[in-house]
């Protein structure tokens, strides 16, 4: 098992090169970018729960299957089924478009990617690494989830106000206004990096590192590349809006 661990901690390190140069060249074909040409698809709402579903299920798995189980492990498992039980079971229901198209090769991809990260979390906090009750008191731990939870924070409200704006414009895109988008165009992606940063720092493990890693290489490519899709599509676009990082990039 140590041995699959330390290949699978690898892969994902090596896999976020990969696709951090990848998609500056090709953009993920779903949402705004998607396109013919990738094979079949499915309902995207069957696709966010099918590949997003590892994740909560290994993580709950490792951790009840830990050999002792503390309050910061605890702590640990309830922020990251915060996010993937949402992630899973309401975010594809909510989503004014459940009746896009999702290719089914991404589903394979994240599916693939959400196994080796849940495995890597959760065999790695869980099994190997030990966080007593001082874990708690530590600047780690203290800075982490409060960046954890911003990024949450910024991440949903993000999400919930692109629902109601699409509720409204169901057939066509309309620019987004106000809040964290009078200054980039993707608050939603720059919450979700800032969520994994603070899983990083709040475990202060090389799983968590790696998460962080790919979260990044995965968003802030797409997220170069949706502002850039806005800007092509309103002539009007606020010339002073960045992209996925306020006031720099």
């Not at 990738?38 to 966010?48: C, E, F, L, Q, V």
Request: charged share 10%; net charge positive; proline share 6%.
């Amino acid at each position: 098992m140590n041995d699959l661990y330390q290949f699978s901690l690898v892969l994902i390190f090596v896999f976020a090169g990969v696709v951090f140069l990848l998609l500056f060249f090709i953009s993920a074909p779903y949402g705004k970018f998607l396109r013919k040409g990738w094979g079949p698809s499915i309902r995207s709402k069957w696709a966010w729960m099918i590949m997003e579903a590892p994740s909560p299920f290994l993580m709950a798995s490792f951790f009840i299957t830990s050999p002792q189980k503390t309050i910061p492990g605890l702590i640990f498992i309830s922020l990251w089924l915060l996010h993937y039980i949402h992630r899973t079971l309401i975010y594809p229901f909510s989503q004014s478009g459940n009746n896009k198209s999702y290719p089914v090769i991404l589903v394979i991809m994240a599916f693939i990617f959400n196994c080796f990260n849940g495995f890597i979390n959760g065999y790695g906090l869980f099994h190997l690494l030990s966080y007593e009750t001082s874990w708690l008191i530590s600047w780690q731990f203290i800075a982490g989830v409060l960046i954890f939870l911003t990024g949450f924070a910024v991440n949903k409200t993000a999400d919930e106000k692109l629902r109601r704006l699409r509720n409204r414009n169901s057939h066509e895109y309309v620019l987004p206004q106000g809040w964290l988008f009078r200054v980039i165009s993707c608050p939603h992606y720059f919450g979700e990096i800032i969520e994994w940063g603070g899983w990083a720092v709040m475990t202060w493990s090389l799983p968590g590192l790696a998460f962080f890693v790919f979260t990044f290489a995965n968003l802030f490519p797409r997220g170069i590349a949706s502002h850039r899709w806005y800007k092509s599509k309103f002539p009007d676009y606020p010339e002073a809006r960045k992209a996925i990082i306020p006031f720099i990039i």
